[in-house]
């Protein structure tokens, strides 16, 4: 071996270790994938709005039981109604209080004889979850020329609403969730009604709504101030939280429909039949970091 080849020969070792110490041309190392969390609910889905991607999937397509999250369809039938008039006034009746009193259901507390608005009665429906507020809403909404007639007929919007959305694994027997056994969805298609129903305007406003007090005209002509406070604690409390419906109940258990935006990026996800309200808020802040890590 002459001078000149050992010359070369050392001068590629030394290469080789200079490399070698500085990791120049050193492979970068993978990213770790990101493990999905631990939910205590029987469901849960989360996507990406923008791309409609799914980032998290458990039980996604079990048909469960939706208790006031149906609501989220409630006020999309209404705000989906050609010519709405969100001012316009719906006199409270004496059968929307008395089947709050019956159903032991949930209330935005109307007063027979007060005149509300379709825009107040939507506060009323999806912050403090108010069943008397849905069922003004479906009388108002509905066809026919009884209250019952026009209940059914509302329903019955809700549902072809949710096959109009390619919500397969949906089916509505109430308007408000308090069902007969047959209200039922899944995480998924929850999830995918809910990031429809946050283009509209008006219920994206609504919902990311923490308190509010609307002014109604009393039967004799006054005005009454309504205060609701909105059922999802997470509005205030988790960073970039934008809404959606929170819903609870013997055979639900505790179910959140969520919404957060960080960065330019939302996320919409869904946990359904949680075990508690401090766990439901869990499992929607474990899926919500969980999306924006994704």
């Known amino acids: 071996m002459n001078s000149r080849t050992f010359s070369r020969l050392g001068a590629v070792h030394v290469t080789v270790w200079t490399v070698l110490a500085t990791g ?5 190392a993978q990213a770790a994938p990101v493990r999905p969390p631990s939910i205590t609910a029987k469901g849960g889905f989360v996507m990406n709005t923008g791309s409609g991607a799914a980032l998290y999937a458990k039980g996604a397509d079990s048909r469960l039981p939706t208790g006031s999250t149906a609501k989220i369809m409630t006020a999309q039938v209404v705000l989906s109604q050609r010519g709405l008039d969100l001012d316009r006034k719906v006199t409270v009746q004496m059968a929307y209080s008395d089947y709050i009193v019956a159903r032991t259901a949930s209330s935005a507390r109307l007063i027979v004889g007060d005149k509300v608005t379709v825009r107040q009665l939507l506060y009323g429906l999806l912050l403090p979850s108010g069943c008397d507020a849905a069922y003004a809403l479906a009388d108002t909404y509905g066809t026919g020329s009884t209250r019952q007639a026009r209940v059914k007929s509302f329903v019955g919007k809700m549902n072809a609403a949710a096959t109009g959305l390619g ?22 298609d929850l999830t995918k009604l809910a990031g429809q129903a946050m283009k509209n305007p008006t219920f994206r406003a609504i919902v990311k709504t923490k308190s509010t007090k609307q002014r109604v005209t009393t039967k004799s002509g006054g005005y009454r101030d309504m205060s609701w406070t909105n059922t999802n604690k997470l509005l205030g409390t988790y960073r970039g939280a934008i809404g959606v419906k929170t819903g609870s109940g013997p055979e639900a258990k505790y179910c959140l429909v969520f919404a957060a935006t960080r960065g330019g990026r939302t996320v919409v996800g869904t946990v359904l039949a949680s ?12 899926l919500m970091d969980h999306g924006f890590r994704k």
Do not use: C, M, Q, W
């Not at 120049?24 to 970068?28: D, E, L, Q």
């Open 24 to 28: 120049a041309a050193v492979a970068p």
């Open 167 to 188: 919500l397969k694994n949906t089916h509505f027997d109430s308007f408000d969730g308090i069902g007969n056994g047959k209200n039922y969805s899944t995480p998924r």
């Open 275 to 286: 075990s508690s309200e401090v766990n439901r808020n869990t499992d929607a802040t474990k």
